[in-house]
């Protein structure tokens, strides 16, 4: 079974471009997370997707970022425009709801560096 | 979700087991107790995770205290490759997804 998948890899842009990054979760997870981690800080909860709905978004630093999840499935985290602050390692993870606990998978993240 | 203390860096020898604690005194009694680790800059990876039980899979046992106020994790035989951050976290898990909330977990060194 594939695991939590991200794309790109690594991409450098300059201040003041767009990126947009994609996830794609676990088949059939329904819940869907966005992370960051900037240089030397921990790690930072961003946004929590249930299916297509924002159920916490709480943790998005400003109206820069903007996560879709059109149709359930694969995430989008769009930076517009890009300022330097936003360079970090940009992680995705998902779960599904049960019993038991609920084990959140990560993928091996986006790292993005603003020039 | 409850905070949780760890101390910040620990050595190890390879083969010998790692034992790494946390503290979560204010743990509510739905509260999950995880252990997940970040090797290098990959992305956290799952250990484990215990409600009130001690637990043991392929990779790691977690021990948690009768009151539940704090837990070890301990992988058995560490290898050079467990070198990486551990991170303890307690959270509400069993009814739908939650935010997990990192510390700066703990730095473990496994030494040849």
């Known amino acids: 079974e594939a695991g939590v998948t991200q794309f790109p890899s690594h991409s450098v842009i300059e201040k003041g471009q767009t990126v947009t990054l994609r996830c794609d979760p676990i088949?059939?997870?329904?819940?869907l997370y966005w992370y960051r981690r900037v240089m030397g800080k921990e790690i930072k909860f961003l946004l929590h997707?249930?299916?297509?709905?924002?159920?916490?978004e709480s943790g998005m630093p400003n109206n820069r970022f903007l996560a879709e999840r059109t149709g359930g499935t694969y995430s989008t985290l769009k930076v517009q425009p890009a300022e330097l602050e936003d360079s970090g390692v940009y992680f995705c993870?998902?779960?599904?709801?049960?019993?038991?606990?609920?084990?959140?998978?990560f993928g091996e993240g986006s790292w993005l560096t603003v020039v | 979700d409850a905070k949780t203390t760890q101390p910040t860096s620990m050595d190890c020898a390879e083969g010998r087991a790692a034992n790494l604690p946390c503290n979560h005194s204010?743990?509510?009694?739905?509260?999950?107790v995880y252990w997940y680790r970040q090797i290098h800059s990959q992305g956290p990876q799952y250990i484990i995770h215990?409600?009130?039980n001690n637990e043991t899979n392929e990779m790691a046992s977690l021990i948690i205290t009768e009151d539940r106020k704090s837990s070890t994790l301990i992988l058995p035989h560490a290898t050079l490759r467990d070198t990486a951050v551990y991170y303890c976290?307690?959270?509400?898990?069993?009814?739908?997804?939650?935010?997990?909330?990192f510390g700066a977990g703990t730095r473990l060194f496994v030494k040849a």
């Open positions: 993870a998902s779960s599904q709801i049960g019993l038991g606990g609920n084990t959140i998978y």
């Open positions: 088949s059939g997870h329904d819940n």
């Open positions: 997707f249930v299916k297509e709905s924002k159920q916490d």
């Open positions: 204010t743990i509510s009694g739905n509260e999950y």
């Open positions: 215990g409600l009130k």
């Open positions: 976290i307690v959270r509400v898990g069993n009814t739908g997804g939650f935010k997990t909330i």
